[in-house]
């Protein structure tokens, strides 16, 4: 499989040199500004962390922000998935549709439901059905009981990946558990109870740290007047500023280090969390559950190198076209990537799974990555040596990690009153 590498430097300064300024450029000739009258004892971290904490939440540019798509309480899992696809969206927070008009933010919503979510509540449909789900098909309930195994921690083996044909999404699917099962239903899988915001007027440097070094992958921004969601801003918006930013003095200084300089990646192959080809899909989202990650690679079974990659975002082909795997005896991680390639060719449809495996080397420079997670619009990036062997992955939390760093004591009470883990969360 033919892998995209990424385009040096030289090869994109034209097109930023020539490129009308945006919104997320001027806001980093802010930055600038502010980087001009820092003192010059402060290291470049400290200079950083001394802007972005200059600079409110509200300037950053509505654009680039994410539609603030909101899901009712009452909302089916079926329903849900197809919003989150159609939107081309990870999560949405869940609106309480018995929640009064005047109701403050943290009473309207009830939390944020995300693909992983879901992804865990289709795991733990592989338990034997209970008294309390009556409306359980027959269909379902027999491939559910042939899935025991699955529910488990242990490691599925490519025995089971039988188990997991498209026959059973397709009885998953078609069932009235599924379609009838209620969003508030899983609110124990939610990340944040009822979830963590910021105001507008908090700063720049409080929204990076809680994109990175607090593992969110989106930050809803509030506005208290009405109490509703103005904005959400996700790691991906982040990186797409940072991208707009290139050429300013402030960026260069940090941007044109190679990763090894800044201890880029942080992981090294031995510790990479992945999947044989010859496994079953179901293995993949298994582990992201089970390490709380965001994707996996997939691997050759006789070797270090990668085919592809899938992430929480892909659990969605399960559910809204199971008949793709109509023709497969099982559905291997080889198998899933194969079918879904093929559905998305048919259907016209972009994909970052339809540009194989996006690699870097230590020897790139942090510029050229974000550059290359920004055109691809991708959230991780594969580090491989010469060979094209895997030597590391960097996620956009890590390099967002490396911009700011958490001043002792930043936070203080921030935290008070919001519970990041609930007792029951399966995330």
Known sequence: MATVQLVRESEVAETLETSPRSPEAKLGMKVEDLWDVQEPQLSATEKLNACFESIPVSAFPSGTSS????????????????ILADNKILSAPVLDVDAPEDATWMDRYIGVVEFSGIAIWILHQSEPPSPRSQSFDTALAVAANGLTNAAGLGTLGPEDASATSGNFFEALTSSEFYKNMKVRDISGSFRWVPFLALQQSNSFLTMLLLLSKYKMKSVPVIALGDGKIDSIITQSAVIHMLAECAGLQWFESWGTKKLSEIGLPSMSHNHII??????????????????????????????????????????????TAPEIYRDYRSITAKNFLTAVRSYLKEHHETSPMLSGMITCTKDHTIKELILKLDSEKIHRIYVVDDAGNLEGVITLRDVISRLVHEPPGYFGDFFDGVLPWPQNSRV
């Open 274 to 319: 992945k999947v044989y080809e010859e496994e079953p899909v179901l293995q993949a989202f298994k582990l992201m559950r089970k390490k709380r990650i965001g994707a996996v690679p997939v691997v050759e079974s006789d070797g270090r190198k990668a085919v592809g990659n899938i992430s929480l975002r892909d659990v969605h082909f399960l559910l």
């Open 67 to 82: 539609q603030v798509v909101e899901i009712k309480s009452d909302t089916s899992l079926a329903e849900a998935v197809k």
